[in-house]
Antibody
Framework: EVQLVESGGGVIQPGGSLRLSCAAS????????MHWVRQAPGKGLEWISL????????FYSDSVRDRFTISRDNNKNSLYLQMSSLKTEDTAFYYC?????????????WGQGTLVAVS | QSALTQPRSVSGSPGQSVTISCTGT?????????VSWYQQRPGKAPKLIIF???KRPSGVPDRFSGSKSGNTASLIISGLQPDDEGDFYC??????????FGTGTEVTVL
């Protein structure tokens, strides 16, 4: 069974930094690209970042590029999101998501999310 | 990238069918057959229900179906059940390794 468990959220002041983690299990982690998607409280979903299975290719939305860094450790089956220069508008639940086994154009499995509050 | 446009809410009685539209542009929905749909219940993570416009993951009832015409994708829920309540989001690949979500639709079973 695929499981994704995020951690690392909390309350942080504007301008601060925070590192989120996502522990993956139940699949061959290194074979799959992974995403981060966020959702401000009471608002819609926003894609923010993608990393390839090897970690060699990373992509970002305009809203977080140059402030956030996605990475992974395939030996630890873990995905990370290093967030810096945080703004109040970064307040959101942050979800890690696995791409589909039949294609990487969608988000097949999601974690339960971790809340980041910038205040 | 602007969010895809969805109706704020739709409702129906048990057994009825409802359709949720998802309107994008020629840069996303209109160009790529990579539209997916997600159901999100209160306090829970989103769950994939449709991918690649029309495909259903295993375990998703065939009451859920997807289609696309031009810049608009649609999710049809037939035989509406109380358990179908929640927020539904569409999502489209938007090129250059980016994705855009819809504004979300609240489904209410009357």
């Amino acid at each position: 069974e695929v499981q994704l468990v995020e951690s690392g959220g909390g309350v942080i002041q504007p301008g601060g930094s925070l590192r989120l983690s996502c522990a993956a299990s139940g699949f061959n982690f290194h074979n799959f690209a992974m995403h981060w998607v966020r959702q401000a409280p009471g608002k819609g979903l926003e894609w923010i970042s993608l990393i390839s299975g090897t970690g060699g290719n990373t992509f970002y939305s305009d809203s977080v590029r140059d402030r956030f860094t996605i990475s992974r450790d395939n030996n630890k089956n873990s995905l990370y999101l290093q967030m810096s220069s945080l703004k109040t508008e970064d307040t959101a639940f942050y979800y890690c998501a696995k791409v589909g086994k039949n294609g990487d154009s969608f988000f097949e499995y999601w974690g339960q999310g971790t809340l980041v509050a910038v205040s | 990238q602007s969010a895809l446009t969805q109706p704020r809410s739709v409702s129906g009685s048990p057994g009825q069918s409802v359709t949720i539209s998802c309107t994008g542009t020629s840069s996303d929905v209109g160009t790529y057959n990579f539209v997916s749909w997600y159901q999100q219940r209160p306090g829970k993570a989103p769950k994939l229900i449709i991918f690649d416009v029309t495909k259903r993951p295993s375990g998703v009832p065939d009451r859920f179906s997807g289609s696309k015409s031009g810049n608009t994708a649609s999710l049809i829920i037939s035989g509406l059940q109380p358990d179908d309540e929640g927020d539904f989001y569409c999502c489209s690949f938007a090129g250059s390794y980016s994705w855009v979500f819809g504004t979300g639709t609240e489904v209410t079973v009357l």
